[in-house]
């Protein structure tokens, strides 16, 4: 079982920034696909970012393009998304995910098989 710890989440005004952040501290290896998801009230879980076990690939959702940014940290099993230019649609409960070991890149939450507990993101206007 592998645990995933996010952190960093948190209540900010439209325009302002956020860096949740996602520790895997059972893992002594960065070689797993790391992805962000996001779920608004009454909605479904979306995708929102993701990087390569490698570091060298990410994907966004067109939403969050040139706003936020995913990243590894240099002890590879924790990541980072730094969220620039909030707005209020992008309030929801934001989850961490792990895919399995050397697995590429993907949007789909089926894809992945650890989740974290959530962190709230609440931005208002």
């Known amino acids: 079982q592998v645990q995933l710890v996010e952190s960093g989440g948190g209540w900010v005004q439209a325009g302002g920034s956020l860096r949740p952040s996602c520790a895997a501290p059972?893992?002594?290896?960065?070689?797993?696909?790391r992805g962000w998801f996001r779920q608004a009230p009454g909605k479904e879980r979306e995708f929102v970012a993701v990087?390569?076990?490698?570091?060298?690939?990410?994907d966004y959702t067109d939403s969050v393009k040139g706003r936020f940014t995913i990243s590894r940290g240099s002890a590879k099993n924790t990541v980072y998304l730094q969220m620039n230019s909030l707005k209020p649609e992008d309030t929801a409960v934001y989850y961490c995910?792990?895919?399995?070991?050397?697995?590429?890149?993907?949007?789909?939450?089926?894809?992945?098989?650890?989740w974290g507990q959530g962190t709230q993101v609440t931005v208002s206007s």
């Open positions: 995910a792990s895919a399995p070991r050397f697995a590429p890149v993907g949007r789909s939450p089926v894809e992945y098989d650890y």
């Open positions: 059972g893992r002594t290896s960065g070689n797993y696909a």
């Open positions: 990087v390569s076990w490698s570091g060298s690939s990410t």
